[in-house]
């Protein structure tokens, strides 16, 4: 029987911090992927969660938010959790930061997500019977959030933050079965209030999300 998430006991955490820029040497072509880092700027902890950019070679993990896991710091290494890279390109350069999700946002009152469909492309030639498509770049993927407008949640001003200089910030939903999807995604968040008659005021939020999301079952 399928383990059902529900929207309801639904934590969602916004990134409060994130360090600079540390250099990854290689990851690996496994599952899951084994990443090897440059010690000189310090080591990650077990558990952290990482933001992978400026990635070349490996481009499925660029953007992606993963947990460390197994770390070895006499090695100067730890796996991406659950990232099955096999079939990956290899990997040639690029950085990750830990980012820190200690601001919890308390005001979402829907949630609809949209986007991630590759782009179909005709290639039928006159030779063809049939149609034929070949699968190009994916949509981005784009979730609206319906806030309730409340200018003192640290959660909403996090993201107007985030707006105002055009960020990303490093977001994660945690279901009360415990799972969790955790991504980077660029803001809007004008925070704006609006609503009908009667009703409660609201204001709108759009995470457009950068690489992908990373799902954990706990």
């Known amino acids: 029987m399928a383990d059902v998430s529900l929207w309801s006991g639904v934590d969602v955490n916004v990134q409060s911090a994130i360090t ?11 599952n899951p992927g084994l990443a090897v880092y440059d010690g000189v700027d310090g080591d990650p902890a077990e558990g952290n969660i990482i ?33 099955d890279t096999t079939l990956y390109n290899a990997f040639v350069s690029g950085t990750y930061k830990i980012a820190t ?9 829907g949630i609809t997500g949209s986007g991630g469909e590759a782009r179909q492309i005709d290639i039928t030639t006159i030779h063809d019977e049939l149609e034929q498509i ?14 309730i407008w409340d200018v003192s949640d640290p959660g909403l001003l996090a993201l107007r933050a985030a707006d105002l200089i055009k960020a990303t910030r490093v977001m994660e939903f945690v279901f009360a079965n415990g799972h969790r999807f955790l991504f980077n995604g660029q803001v809007s968040a004008s925070l704006i209030p609006t609503g009908t008659a009667q009703d409660k005021v609201i204001t709108p939020v759009t995470l457009t999300i950068r690489g992908g999301g990373t799902a954990y079952t706990s």
């Open 20 to 30: 600079a820029a540390r250099d990854l040497v290689s990851i690996s072509q496994a």
């Open 51 to 83: 933001l992978l950019e400026d990635i070349q070679g490996m481009t499925p993990v660029r953007d992606r938010v993963f947990e460390v896991d197994n770390l070895n710091i006499s090695a100067e290494s730890f796996e991406l959790r659950g990232e």
């Open 134 to 147: 070949a699968l190009g770049a994916k949509s981005a993927i784009t979730y609206n959030l319906e806030s």
């Open 101 to 109: 999700l200690g601001i919890s946002l308390g005001t979402i009152t």
